[in-house]
């Protein structure tokens, strides 16, 4: 139960964070951000933009049953 209301908190705080940042628009320069990449080490944007241009994709239904 505690994992369960956890989790519904983290969610919460999460939407509630995404709600509060603005929208990009076309041209803008994005945000400098950090991920893992496929080998686990963290990558960060401005790293990879040093090397020359960068294109974002979004696998939008990747992780869903459909």
């Known amino acids: 139960m505690r994992t369960v209301i956890g989790m519904v908190v983290v969610a919460a705080l999460g939407l509630a964070l995404a709600g509060a940042a603005h929208a990009l628009e076309v041209g803008d320069k994005a945000p400098d951000f950090t991920l893992n990449g496929p080998d686990g080490k963290p990558v960060k ?19 869903t049953s459909t």
């Open 45 to 63: 944007l401005t790293e990879l933009t040093a090397k020359g241009p960068v294109v974002l994709y979004t696998f939008v239904a990747a992780f």
